[in-house]
């Protein structure tokens, strides 16, 4: 057995949580055992919302085994229908709960309640929490959506778009619904429902108005979106518009099936990544090589900004939900590299420490694997931590999600000049250690840096040899740490001076 320190993906009826706390009018009657209440801090604590999400657990206990758990849990749901008066009332198991066979979808229906219900069968150990989610939407939109709605004729009115995935702890999800719907606004284009998120069952069952569904996170909102597609005959639109290739992209498709003018939204480019992607200054982080890991839209998209848009050179690229692991193949072939669909952080770590990137993208994880070796991060997907579900607005879709990519992924890589400098002039009087920070008070005195002790067995290096590495930048210096270790070993040398570290450059500059 592993012990895993973190998980990319929580059990399915995580994410059957995600979207009845993400919607309005629902509540969701989950049959647990004490102890399996503790999603409740991924919104209240991560997601800073200011309530907590609309889940009634049974919470039976040891003891209440031996007795009718069957009757705890008709119980729960009936008192949930009377206090909560939902619109539509999800019902279903935790993992643990899934064991003992209560068949939670069956008592719910013998209670004849006065408002629908969608019984969730989860099978926990083979299904996760994405998974999960997207399955409570798609049962959801097709037990609540009313086939017999069909959009009204196109003359005299704006075109009508559903956008399908937004969701509860999604990576920047309401910021993205705001950017979208003011792009969609620009072309003559009005909403009809935005769900899950913010939605009601009475605004599921008008999503047969719309002309068009945008589908902004396939994982969430693809599989509802085949299913209105085939029912009800919606074409859907899956370019998702992360980038400003991909929003060009987005707009003339949207443009194409909606029938209008796609050069009032083109026309309004607002994004600075093509003028530095143009400048001279955009030439220093050419060639960077980047590591790339986090669930699949996000992960492929910016695969394609790194690449098309910053020149960047992909070296790593996979994603841990292996429901998108054919389009994750697809799109490391384009880039040369062999795909990583795992949801083992310890895999991905050992992928990167291979890999030896100038820039990682990816999830919190990566974010704290990438600081113990010294390359910068910065955070792209789900899962994330408090700090990536900022006040301010930060989209990543649109023209304006271009730019707040731009700066999330640039400075890293910028500010490392800054940082460089310093080093470099660390022994002058004004910039050394001794000194303190230059914006902090004067009587203010950093603490020495330590020095990293030499492992045991690993050849050791003299303090000559430190000093000329600590010259070489920070966000590559691990990297000509690990390199100069290696070659060393290699050669059989016994310690590393100056002239090992020049020989190993030499080394491997061939």
């Known amino acids: 057995m592993q012990l895993a320190v973190w ?28 102890g399996d209440t503790y999603a409740d801090l991924l919104f209240t604590m991560i997601e800073r919302r200011d309530r907590r999400p609309p889940v009634t657990y049974t919470t039976f206990q040891a003891r209440d085994l031996g007795k009718d758990t069957a009757e705890l849990l008709q119980d729960a749901i009936r008192e949930a229908a009377v206090r909560f008066e939902p619109q539509a009332l999800l019902v279903g198991a935790s993992c643990t709960a899934e064991l003992i066979q209560d068949d939670p979808a069956g008592l719910a229906e013998a209670l004849d309640l006065p408002c629908p219900v969608i019984a969730l069968e989860l099978p926990s150990y083979q299904r996760k ?64 429902c935005v769900a899950p998120l913010q939605a009601s069952p009475a605004d599921l069952r008008t999503l047969g108005r719309a002309d068009i569904n945008v589908v902004l996170y396939p994982e969430i909102g693809g599989e509802a979106a085949r299913w209105l597609e085939q029912a009800l005959g919606q074409p859907a639109i899956r370019t998702v518009p992360i980038g400003v290739g991909a929003t060009r992209a987005f707009i ?166 800054e940082e460089h400098l310093l080093t470099m002039f660390r022994d002058d009087f004004e910039f050394s250690d001794s000194a303190g920070a230059s914006h902090l008070h004067a009587q203010a005195v950093a603490e020495p840096v330590a020095e990293a002790s030499t492992p045991e067995g690993a050849v050791p290096w003299t303090e000559e040899a ?37 020989d190993a450059k030499a080394h491997y500059a061939r």
């Not at 955009?282 to 090589?289: A, C, D, E, M, P």
């Not at 966000?475 to 070993?489: H, I, L, S, Y």
Request: glycine fraction near 8%; hydrophobic fraction near 45%; proline fraction near 6%.
């Open 7 to 34: 998980t990319y993906e929580g059990p399915p009826h995580v994410g059957a949580m995600r979207v009845a706390t993400a919607m309005k009018g629902v509540h969701y009657v989950l049959h647990a055992p004490q």
């Open 252 to 417: 003339e498709e949207v443009a194409g099936l909606a029938a209008v003018d796609p050069w009032s939204a083109l026309d309004a480019l607002e994004s600075r990544m093509p003028w530095w992607s143009r400048s001279v200054d955009s030439t220093y982080l050419t060639g960077k090589r980047v590591f790339i890991f986090g669930d699949a839209t996000h992960a492929i998209a910016a695969a394609r900004i790194a690449a098309e848009e910053l020149g960047f050179a992909i070296c790593g690229l996979g994603c841990y939900n292996r429901e998108f692991a054919r389009e994750m193949r697809a799109a490391a072939a384009q880039y040369g590299v062999e795909p990583l669909i795992t949801d083992d952080h310890l895999a991905v770590e050992d992928a990167i420490r291979a890999a030896s990137p100038e820039l990682v993208l990816g999830t919190q994880m990566e974010r704290h694997i990438a600081k113990r070796f010294g390359i910068p991060c910065a955070v792209i997907s789900s899962p994330v931590h408090v700090q990536d579900f900022p006040a301010r607005h930060s989209p990543q879709m649109g023209f304006e999600g271009a730019n707040v990519i731009f700066d999330t992924w640039v400075h890293p890589l910028v500010m490392g000049l």
């Open 466 to 502: 430190e000093r000329e590495l600590r010259k070489v930048p920070f966000f590559v210096r691990g990297k000509a740490r690990r390199n100069t270790e290696g070659f060393a070993a290699m050669q059989g040398r016994t310690q590393i001076d100056i002239t090992t570290l020049y």
């Open 129 to 192: 929490e994405n998974w999960g989610a997207a399955e409570t939407f798609y049962r959801m939109v097709r037990q609540l959506a009313d086939k017999s709605l069909k959009p009204a004729p196109r003359e005299g009115r704006r075109p009508l778009v559903n956008l399908l995935g937004p969701c509860a702890l999604g990576f920047r999800h309401r910021d993205d619904v705001v950017e979208v719907t003011r792009l969609l606004a620009t072309m003559g284009i009005d909403v009809n």
